[in-house]
């Protein structure tokens, strides 16, 4: 998989891929990163990507003209490039949409700033536009690291064993079911010992209902769905 990041502050993005599990798995060649910045793209003289709201409003608003170069470039060297707009005016981003992003070959995720996009850019370029919560930040660059890490960890060989995908967080519309570790009493807390005695039918069925229970108490909205 290769992840495009069309950003002007790429510096923000890189370090995140030079440690731990991803850059181990960028190592391996099971992903690659490359950095689209739109300020190279800029006929301005003065190399500015951002003007006034049109009609008045706070703020100022990421032009066209630097996008849609920058953009129609991508398009041009990589036409099956899946293009993807983050923005809090849009959908919510959730583990479904990871999975399915996952089997695309190359994925351009394209970071916001100021008041965001102008309208046109999202008309021409946007296959898919995603939020990542209701809040707004600063730029896009969080929000696609949010997105890129969800997508690169069901790449198969990311994160090493498949098994570590199975029992995590909205699998089946659950949160995943509280863990444990060594030792079994910690400063006079105690592992369940369901799932201390080696059964493991009986540790399974414990955990399934630790999820539910966890799930009805933080988040009754999935299981609705089911």
């Not at 003289?45 to 951002?50: F, M």
């Not at 293009?83 to 992003?101: E, G, Q």
């Not at 809040?135 to 790449?155: H, K």
Request: neutral net charge; contains cysteine; aromatic residues 10%.
């Amino acid at each position: 998989m290769k992840i495009t990041f069309v950003s002007l502050f790429g510096d923000l993005i890189r370090p995140y891929f030079e440690e731990s599990i991803l850059k181990r798995a960028m190592q391996k060649g099971l992903f690659t990163i490359e950095f689209l910045n739109p300020r190279d793209y800029t006929t301005d003289k003065h190399r500015k990507t951002d003007d006034t709201v049109t009609g008045g409003g706070a703020g100022m608003v990421l032009a066209p003209q630097p996008l849609f170069d920058a953009l129609g470039a991508l398009r041009g060297a990589s036409k099956e490039a899946r293009i993807i707009f983050l923005t809090p005016s849009a959908k919510r981003f959730n583990v479904k949409d990871a999975k399915r992003l996952a089997a695309f070959e190359h994925i351009a995720l394209v970071c916001g700033r100021y008041e965001g996009f102008d309208e046109r850019s999202i008309e021409r370029f946007a296959d898919e536009l995603f939020s990542i919560g209701d809040f707004v930040l600063t730029g896009g660059e969080l929000p696609a690291l949010s997105v890129a890490d969800a997508v690169l960890r069901f790449v198969p060989g990311v994160l090493g064993s498949g098994e570590s995908l199975a029992e995590e967080s909205f699998e089946g519309d659950l949160l995943e079911s509280p863990v444990w570790t060594k030792p079994a009493v910690f400063r006079g807390l105690k592992t369940p010992s369901a799932l201390l005695n080696g059964n493991h039918k009986e540790a399974a069925k414990l955990r399934k209902t630790l999820a539910a229970l966890k799930t009805a108490f933080f988040r009754p909205d999935l299981l609705s769905k089911s």
